[in-house]
């Protein structure tokens, strides 16, 4: 669809709609560069407060996939009037307003139309050298990825819709949701990563293949590798499965090989994902290194995969760990 719009092209664009990234860049001066980006979706908990803080902390997340550092955010809202209370509006706005405060952003604003359903989310704005500004384009061969948050909040949610989600794995799938990246990008910036992007709503392989295409080299992930949230295989196996995850499995199976995985982590690397970890590629010898810095700021990162030289913008999903 995009393709029949006309091509914006501008000096100062460094990163544009044009790429599969999470944010739009522009120079300002040879010493700051814009960052832009908008994204707001339905409630996918029950708790309006948290619902705010799982749409601000997932705002913020393509700000720092950017390599940036965020700094305003505006509200967008769509509020169904007639079949929800204010109260449920004034919460939401809460949780969104208590996570820009921890992450120092600064709220200035934004617009709330009537609408027939639910949404709410933030157009945020953020700054970055021009020179330090990282996208999903730049995995070498050899570079190892790192996941910095397990997986499976889509399918837990839809088990959640249900009234399928056991308690213990719902708080698991709302605490994962409201962590922004904040911490996981501060760790990326001590070590030497080629490409970063975040896991949303294409599911881990998707946003893989996306990478794999904008820097022209292959991707292999270790199936057994890959982090889960409890409860997450066992929403999987219910046959707890969004219409996203499906839309997503019948786009990557074009591209993407998962001979010899199961069922249901095929299905979970296909999951889409809300406020989802970032995804780094990172030269081999800081990869350990990655990890480390991870951990000592709280964030469970994993190595999931490496960069080959297989034909470009493809994906292979091998059973086993590295």
């Not at 799982?54 to 913020?60: G, Q, S």
């Not at 952003?105 to 609408?115: D, F, I, N, R, Y």
């Not at 708080?171 to 962590?179: K, L, N, Q, T």
């Amino acid at each position: 669809m995009l393709s029949a719009l006309p091509e914006v092209s501008d000096p100062r664009l460094l990163v544009g709609a044009g790429t599969f990234d999470d944010a739009g860049v522009v120079r300002l001066s040879d010493e700051v560069a814009l960052v832009q980006s908008v994204d707001f979706f339905t409630p996918v908990v029950d708790d309006p407060f948290d619902f705010g803080r799982i749409a601000a902390a997932n705002a913020l997340s393509d700000i720092y996939a950017m390599g940036a550092k965020p700094l305003t955010a505006l509200a967008v809202c769509a509020f169904p009037v007639e079949t929800l209370p204010l109260s449920v509006l004034e919460k939401t706005l809460a949780g969104g307003l208590a996570v820009l405060r921890e992450e120092g952003v600064l709220p200035l604003g934004g617009h709330t139309v009537k609408g027939p359903e639910f949404t709410y989310g933030l157009a945020v704005t953020g700054l970055v050298h021009p020179d330090r500004v990282l996208t999903n384009a730049g995995a070498r061969v050899g570079d190892r990825l790192v996941l910095t948050k397990a997986l499976g909040t889509g399918v837990m949610a839809t088990a959640l819709k249900r009234g399928d989600l056991p308690e213990e794995a719902r708080r698991a799938m709302v605490a994962s949701m409201v962590e922004t990246n904040r911490l996981a990008a501060e760790a990326c910036e001590g070590v030497e990563v080629h490409a970063l992007t975040d896991i949303s709503g294409y599911g881990l392989l998707g946003h893989a293949l996306e990478m794999a295409e904008a820097s022209g080299a292959a991707l292999e992930i270790f199936a057994e590798s890959l982090p889960l949230l409890p409860g997450a295989r066992a929403a999987a196996e219910a046959g707890a499965i969004p219409a996203g995850l499906t839309a997503n499995r019948k786009w990557v199976e074009a591209k993407a090989s998962l001979g010899g995985v199961d069922p249901t982590t095929a299905t979970l690397l296909c999951d889409p994902q809300t406020s989802g970890g970032l995804l780094a590629a990172v030269v081999e010898r800081d990869a350990a290194r990655l990890l480390e810095r991870c951990s000592a700021r709280g964030v469970r990162a994993t190595v999931v995969g490496r960069v080959t030289d297989g034909p470009a913008g493809t994906v292979v999903v091998r059973a086993g760990s590295d």
